[in-house]
């Protein structure tokens, strides 16, 4: 699998004063991606004499800085399928199977689909791809039945399937990302600012995948564009990447997984 981010690494940040998501603990963990000049290009080596870093504006100590190799290189990966998409989506099936089965060993999947506010495993987390792959299907596609996918994504990030602490947990969201108690884009809208701290504080990095989802009501180009730039808000926020293409559904999920 080649992750459009190429090398990553943990850090662990002593705070001279607590933010909201941890005032309990006067810490905090981020995950910062290197990225090379150029295609093709090793990243910098970084160091954490090199780092600087600013909460709120204000200046904190980098107390710990762990690359993301070797030992620490575990990954775990959950793909989030929305349980309201249409059943065409029953064309990228193969690119979502073929996508899974060449995940490198290091690598524990499962397939969760959004459902009534919930994400709701058909397999558990595992390192058996083929056995992963059992739990793919098609989507009910009725209308409105993930409920929010950011009530979902909230839910996957309290109840994540793992208690691994050195795991890189990533999610790969495939959803229209309408939410359904507020349809037109609102940059502080709050149910996706809860989904956003929650998968923050469970360490998520959310790939978005934009699919148009079943019914009239998702399908206005207002609708649209709130989902696409609500998916790309969380993605930015976790440090991951949203895709789409224009204002319809891509002909296929390959580009974005490679």
Not at 171 to 189: A, E, S, W, Y
Not at 227 to 254: D, I, Y
Request: glycine share 10%; aromatic share 8%.
């Amino acid at each position: 699998m080649k992750f459009p981010l190429t090398v990553l690494v943990a850090a662990i940040v002593a705070l001279g004063f607590a933010a909201p998501a941890i005032a309990q603990t006067g810490q905090g963990q981020a995950v910062v991606t290197v990225l090379p000049k150029h295609d093709g290009e090793t990243p910098a080596n970084v160091l954490q004499p090199d780092m600087s870093v600013k909460i709120n504006g204000k200046q904190s100590k980098v107390a710990k800085w762990t690359p993301y190799q070797g030992a620490a290189s575990s990954v775990e990966l959950v793909v989030l399928v929305d349980g309201s998409a249409r059943s065409s989506l029953g064309r990228q099936l193969q690119d979502i199977a073929e996508f899974i089965g060449a995940l490198p060993p290091n690598t524990k999947a499962s397939i969760a689909y959004m459902q009534n506010g919930a994400a709701v495993f058909s397999v558990p987390l595992s390192a058996d791809h083929a056995q992963v792959l059992r739990g793919l299907h098609v989507p009910g596609g009725a209308l409105g039945s993930s409920g929010s996918p950011y009530f979902c994504l909230s839910d996957l990030a309290k109840r994540w399937p793992s208690t691994d602490a050195q795991a890189r947990r990533i999610v790969v969201m495939i959803t229209d990302g309408v939410d359904t108690f507020q349809r037109q884009f609102d940059p502080d809208d709050p149910y996706v600012q809860s989904a956003i701290a929650d998968a923050v504080r469970g360490r998520l990095i959310v790939y978005a995948i934009y699919w148009k989802s079943q019914g009239r009501a998702d399908q206005g180009e207002v609708e649209t564009s709130a989902g696409q730039n609500l998916m790309n808000e969380v993605a930015q926020a976790t440090g991951g990447k949203s895709f789409w293409q224009g204002m319809g559904n891509p002909v296929s999920f390959q580009p974005y997984f490679d």
